[in-house]
């Protein structure tokens, strides 16, 4: 998205022109002021937009009240690009300027515009309008959609939308996406990696309200449209686990995974990369480093009698062996407890006495605090069920032996009747 970040110059013009104190109309009957941020959008999807900037209010989007500024100054153009020209894979839109025959002129990066003169603008440019150098700081915030199961009417409803904000729409996952869509978050390879690359996962609304908004209106909060969470039987899900954890990008790092055939390694790989880790092929001839490897389960139909005794070899070895959904429960869980029997040299991130040099630690939210009071309560009250209602007396340890030595007195104590024969024997004696 495009948008216009105000030049300290327009705050000193308002405050110096009569009446500018006061909220600017705009084509669009919002009010807004001169200082404001202004985010670009399209009309239309796939049709240009342009922007008049100028001093009056008619017919004109962006009202600067300056004396230098002309009535019709200069022209903003939001275009669409198709897919052919993303050179980036992050940007369908293009902006440029163009002077409209101004008095006092358009300076770009402080060069002066020639009338009629259209120029692409890039990331930082600043342009200026007029001699008080009223104008802009030129931002381009990358906004790149990847879907997942939605239908095909919400699929292009979407990209209807994404076009709007300029948005590209990628069918596939990949380094350039911001934002991943869905209607509700399931286990799906690409909400596990919009989990290791720490981006929002949103509602289609999102999308759609990013697009109605007006020119000083900012794309929504993401934190305002989080997808409810749909649990599966494989899985156990709650809100927590689908939080922004730094942790999770590097959870698999001096890990390797191996894999017992080459279509589930290519299944899991993207994933397992995602967050740091290593997968290999397994190899009987190959080394085996114990303490790092992990050893994935193959399905039924690779098990075989030669790759259970390799898996008996492993788990001799020191080895984990773990089933292929145990991946993305660590990284559902922030946690190597699930893949680590034995800690590598690196450390694990969620063990303090473990942690690993520079290793990012998980943050407390409050979400996470309460998810971490709750999984410690629940942890005690098992505890406390499956202690014995009764407690051996405590003895110190300096004692313990001599206390273990010692025979106990079985005898009974004297009745009151041989208390008083043997006082009576004592008496008698001379």
């Known amino acids: 998205m495009w948008e216009l970040h105000p030049l300290p110059a327009n705050a000193e013009t308002a405050m110096g022109t009569q009446g500018a104190s006061d909220s600017v109309a705009s084509t669009q009957g919002q009010q807004?002021?001169?200082?404001?941020?202004?985010?670009?959008?399209?009309?239309?999807?796939?049709?240009?937009?342009?922007?008049?900037?100028?001093?009056?209010?008619?017919?004109?989007?962006?009202?600067?009240?300056?004396?230098?500024?002309?009535?019709?100054?200069?022209?903003?153009?939001?275009?669409?690009?198709?897919?052919?020209?993303?050179?980036?894979?992050?940007?369908?839109?293009?902006?440029?300027?163009?002077?409209?025959?101004?008095?006092?002129?358009?300076?770009?990066?402080?060069?002066?515009?020639?009338?009629?003169?259209?120029?692409?603008?890039?990331?930082?440019?600043?342009?200026?309008?007029g001699t008080q150098f009223t104008g802009y700081t030129v931002r381009r915030t990358p906004v790149v959609l990847c879907a997942t199961t939605l239908t095909d009417n919400a699929r292009q409803a979407v990209r209807t939308s994404a076009q709007i904000i300029g948005a590209p729409f990628c069918p596939q996952w990949n380094e350039h996406c911001t934002h991943l869509v869905t209607p509700e978050i399931k286990v799906t390879a690409k909400a596990v990696l919009a989990l290791c690359a720490m981006r929002p996962i949103v509602t289609p609304n999102?999308?759609?309200?990013?697009?109605?908004?007006?020119?000083?209106?900012?794309?929504?909060?993401?934190?305002?449209?989080?997808?409810?969470?749909?649990?599966?039987?494989?899985?156990?899900?709650?809100?927590?686990?689908?939080?922004?954890?730094?942790?999770?990008?590097?959870?698999?790092?001096?890990?390797v995974f191996l894999f017992f055939s080459r279509a589930q390694r290519?299944?899991?790989?993207?994933?397992?990369?995602?967050?740091?880790?290593?997968?290999?092929?397994?190899?009987?001839?190959?080394?085996?480093?114990?303490?790092?490897?992990?050893?994935?389960?193959?399905?039924?139909?690779?098990?075989?009698?030669?790759?259970?005794?390799?898996?008996?070899?492993?788990?001799?070895?020191?080895?984990?062996?773990?089933?292929?959904?145990?991946?993305?429960?660590?990284?559902l869980d922030a946690s190597r407890d699930r893949i680590s029997a034995r800690t590598p040299a690196h450390g694990s991130v969620m063990s303090q006495s473990t942690a690993a040099p520079n290793s990012p630690a998980r943050p407390r939210t409050k979400a996470t605090a309460v998810a971490s009071k709750r999984k410690a309560d629940a942890a005690q009250s098992a505890d406390e069920s499956a202690t014995p209602q009764f407690a051996l007396p405590s003895v110190p340890s300096?004692?313990?032996?001599?206390?273990?030595?010692?025979?106990?007195?079985?005898?009974?104590?004297p009745s009151k009747q041989q208390l008083q024969q043997e006082q009576q024997q004592h008496q008698q004696q001379p």
């Not at 697009?211 to 449209?225: C, I, M, Q, R, V």
């Open 266 to 331: 290519a299944k899991a790989e993207e994933i397992v990369r995602a967050a740091g880790g290593s997968c290999d092929l397994y190899a009987e001839d190959a080394p085996v480093e114990p303490v790092c490897t992990v050893v994935v389960r193959p399905g039924k139909t690779e098990m075989t009698d030669s790759v259970r005794a390799a898996m008996a070899r492993f788990k001799e070895s020191g080895c984990v062996v773990i089933r292929d959904t145990e991946i993305t429960k660590a990284i």
């Open 32 to 129: 807004f002021s001169p200082t404001a941020t202004l985010f670009l959008r399209l009309r239309k999807a796939g049709e240009p937009r342009e922007f008049v900037v100028g001093r009056g209010k008619a017919n004109t989007d962006i009202v600067l009240p300056a004396k230098s500024i002309s009535r019709k100054h200069a022209v903003l153009k939001l275009y669409h690009l198709p897919p052919a020209n993303l050179a980036d894979g992050t940007a369908c839109t293009r902006l440029t300027l163009r002077d409209c025959g101004s008095k006092f002129g358009t300076r770009l990066n402080g060069d002066n515009l020639a009338k009629e003169d259209e120029r692409t603008l890039k990331d930082g440019d600043e342009i200026q309008f």
């Open 398 to 413: 300096e004692d313990c032996s001599s206390a273990l030595q010692q025979p106990k007195d079985t005898a009974k104590p």
């Open 206 to 255: 999102w999308v759609k309200h990013a697009a109605e908004g007006l020119l000083s209106d900012p794309a929504p909060p993401t934190d305002e449209y989080v997808p409810p969470v749909q649990a599966t039987p494989e899985v156990e899900l709650t809100p927590v686990d689908w939080l922004p954890d730094p942790a999770r990008a590097s959870l698999f790092k001096g890990y």
